[in-house]
């Protein structure tokens, strides 16, 4: 087929790449345009507007802002490129012949914590802060063009958690960067349980969702099992061969400690405690039933092993 990728040169378009160009003519769409193996051309974004670009047969969007974790960024940045780029790419994708279109939401975009045991599409959206809201924002977009598109094309919103692999930039890295030096983590008194997504079986999803008739629809993208942050720091040490520094410091001293830090603008705030320690469990039950499989070909703690083993 003819695939259009957007954001080619990012990570998971990279990724992609390498999977899909043996069987696909692959184009990109990206802010810059040097050559890239894999790639017959890679296009720019005032080439939608002129109308430029090639007619193909799926279109991949994963341009977009990543969720700066400093809060850096002004709120309308993520609203001009989350959801402004996204109406841009879907309204030329409805004016064509182009009859699949992938769009990479984020389960922030569903909720920033999840309520009960475990994250599914029932839940009714409730996104905070400018990034998961001008995600939710562009699923809206899409959406509200359905009676354009149902029946005629097939649309798919795709909601992953944490996606890594090597050549990937974000908090697995730092957390990587404080184990390697040897520093204890003093939070072992947190069991907490979070899903990832490694990026071959990210890759196997979006393979599956163009070889197959899937039916159109949203979707949360996670590896099968869950781990915990005692669980990951115990796989970054036994890929670096290094003995563990987990430390099970009382969570309520460890709490007071975070809200001390929250009045002096210390590293650990209250803010950042939750985000360490709480549980964000996604399913992906509803992916696996419309591909047809029983489970995902990358066990979670296999391909984490594999994302440790290339930040060396």
Request: proline share 4%; charged share 25%; net charge positive.
């Amino acid at each position: 087929m003819n695939i259009l990728i957007t954001g080619i040169h990012g990570f998971v378009g990279s990724n992609l790449v390498m999977a899909l160009g043996k069987e696909h003519v692959l184009y990109g769409l990206d802010i810059v345009a040097p050559e890239k193996k894999g790639v017959l051309k890679t296009f720019s974004w005032k080439d939608v507007e002129a109308g430029q670009l090639p007619v193909v047969d799926v279109i991949i969007h994963l341009a977009g802002k990543a969720h700066d974790t400093k809060n850096t960024a002004q709120a309308q940045e993520y609203f001009d490129i989350n959801t402004g780029l996204t109406k841009k790419i879907f309204d030329f994708f409805l004016a064509f012949r182009t009859q699949k279109f992938i769009f990479f939401s984020s389960v922030k975009a569903a909720a920033d914590f999840v309520v009960g045991d475990v994250l599914t599409e029932a839940v009714i959206p409730c996104p905070k802060g400018p990034y998961g809201e001008s995600k939710i924002a562009a699923e809206d977009y899409i959406l509200s063009q359905k009676e354009k598109w149902e029946n005629r094309k097939q649309v798919y919103i795709l909601r992953p958690c944490m996606i890594h692999g090597p050549g990937n930039k974000g908090n697995l890295n730092l957390l990587y960067n404080l184990v390697k030096k040897g520093l204890p983590w003093p939070l072992g008194d947190f069991e907490n349980r979070r899903s990832f997504t490694s990026i071959d079986n990210l890759c196997y999803i979006i393979d599956g969702l163009i070889q197959k008739n899937v039916i159109s629809g949203i979707y949360h993208i996670a590896d099968d099992e869950s781990l915990s942050t005692n669980e990951l720091i115990e796989i970054m040490c036994n890929v670096m061969g290094k003995k563990p520094h987990i430390w099970k410091v009382n969570k309520g001293f460890m709490t007071g400690c975070a809200r001390l830090g929250s009045v002096m603008h210390l590293p650990l705030n209250l803010e950042r405690l939750q985000k360490l320690t709480e549980n964000y469990v996604v399913s992906n039950a509803k992916i696996k039933a419309a591909l047809e499989i029983d489970r995902m070909p990358v066990h979670a703690r296999e391909g984490l092993e594999k994302t440790i083993r290339s930040f060396q």
